[in-house]
């Protein structure tokens, strides 16, 4: 297809030229065309010369020569393509940039810095400002949260104990008060107010 269009455009730019007018020198020079040489201007036949004696002081007529047609110029086909074509520049080179390196964190030769843990300080939290009360009459203190873990102390209803874990789970931590007994309970068995009151 661009074949056929630039074949046109060339067909087109060649009938202009032989059948239209001639081109300006600007125009030649757009398309790069050399501009044609003037003829050189012909000799006078002196056979055509009017009979005037030049000796007797009169002098001979100059005869005017026939305009001659220009001869038309045409350019190659491959310089009206060129014309044509339009130029393709190539894009800019991009530089890649730089490889981002990141840098391993150095080991200290200080021993490693123990600090507690959001859970413990929510614990310790809790532990500081819940106390519940024992609601069974006699309850199991257990080494785990679940029936499997062996018994580690018993409370009795109405007995104070304090909550070291989240108080909404199935099974609770907590420390007995007085004689200090931690464990776990199951949370069925507790409640936050005081069952006498």
């Known amino acids: 297809m661009i074949r056929l269009t630039l074949l046109l455009i060339v067909g087109i730019g060649i009938a202009l030229m032989v059948g239209g007018r001639d081109l300006s020198p ?7 065309i050399a501009a044609p040489e ?3 201007a012909e000799a006078a036949d002196p056979q055509e010369a009017p009979d005037v004696d030049v ?7 100059v005869t005017p020569e026939p305009a001659q047609a220009a001869e038309p110029v045409v350019p190659e086909p491959a310089a009206v393509v060129a014309a044509v074509e339009p130029e393709v520049s190539e894009p800019p080179a991009v530089e890649a940039p730089d490889p981002v390196v990141a840098e391993l964190p150095v080991e ?5 810095v123990d600090l507690p843990s959001v859970a413990d300080e929510i614990q310790a939290a809790l532990a500081e400002s819940q106390v519940w009360y024992v609601t069974g009459n006699v309850v199991n203190v257990r080494s785990g949260p679940s029936t499997s873990y062996e018994v580690v102390g ?11 874990s989240d108080p909404s789970d199935d099974w609770v931590k907590i420390r007995i008060q007085g004689d200090g007994v ?7 068995f507790l409640q936050d107010s005081e069952p006498n009151g």
Do not use: F, N
């Not at 931690?182 to 069925?188: P, Q």
């Open 154 to 164: 018993k409370v009795t209803y109405g007995e104070a104990t304090e909550i070291l």
């Open 55 to 61: 000796a007797q002081g009169g002098t001979a007529p």
């Open 26 to 32: 600007e125009e030649m020079a757009e398309l790069g």
């Open 108 to 112: 200290s030769s200080d021993p490693p």
């Open 182 to 188: 931690e464990g776990y309970m199951a949370r069925r």
């Open 38 to 40: 003037p003829a050189p």
